[in-house]
């Protein structure tokens, strides 16, 4: 199963967020990741969802989507033309004695440390989903105690 980019535009409408999920659920598609925020356009919002399926299935989802009423465009984004990336959170533990050695992964991938306490730290990275898990794998012997990530945003490359 291929994953799929969408980009939807909508109006800023209570209960559409509600409708578009649903729309998913009666369906049976999961929604792998969604991020939806107000764009460029007022009174309007984007939508980035990644759906896994087949051309069938997403084929679908959009025939589906484009019958709501408050859904704008529509726009399909294959992966080589997005400009793609996701926020994550990740609260690491780090005593004294390890708290070096987790500074130091944390800026080979240029996470910021947003938070210091005195059981561990809490680190930002922006990037593509490689980079994330990249940082998770390297963090997970010292102890991961929550993760959170934003849901990715995408772009058509100009």
Do not use: W
Request: aromatic content about 4%; overall charge negative; charged content about 25%.
């Amino acid at each position: 199963m291929n994953q799929h980019l969408l980009s939807v535009l909508v109006n800023n409408h209570p209960g559409l967020l509600s409708k578009v999920s649903g729309l998913f659920s009666r369906r049976g598609f999961n929604i792998e990741s969604l991020a939806v925020g107000v764009c460029e356009k007022p009174g309007c919002s984007r939508m980035t969802i990644v759906v896994n399926g087949d051309e069938r299935v997403v084929d679908q989802v959009m025939k589906q989507l484009d019958k709501l009423i408050d859904v704008l465009e529509i726009e399909r984004l294959p992966t080589e033309e997005a400009v793609q990336r996701e926020l994550i959170l990740v609260k690491v533990r780090a005593d004294i004695h390890q708290r070096q050695d987790v500074i130091q992964i944390a800026e080979i991938f240029r996470a910021r440390i947003v938070d210091v306490a005195a059981l561990g730290l809490t680190l930002e990275l922006t990037g593509t989903d490689d980079k994330l898990s990249a940082l998770i794998s390297l963090l997970e012997p010292y102890g991961i105690e929550q993760i959170m990530r934003t849901g990715l945003v995408a772009v058509r490359r100009f």
